[in-house]
């Protein structure tokens, strides 16, 4: 599917499916400082929530 990235136009809200792997980890390092070391022992699953949970806190932050 070209450039539209690993996880684009899954699930019910694309616009908030990073385009990869690695942005969600650095959405997630950038909020919350984990190591990459760390990122990459979550699983897909936890690597989503913690990025969901990334997104509303910077959001809240930084305003939406």
Known sequence: SGD???FRGSGDFPELIPRS???AMADIA???T???DELGRLSLRELME???RARIRYEVKHGA
């Open 50 to 52: 913690w990025r969901e």
């Open 21 to 23: 792997v690695e942005d």
């Open 30 to 32: 950038m909020v919350f």
């Open 34 to 36: 984990f190591s990459m």
């Open 4 to 6: 539209d990235g690993f």
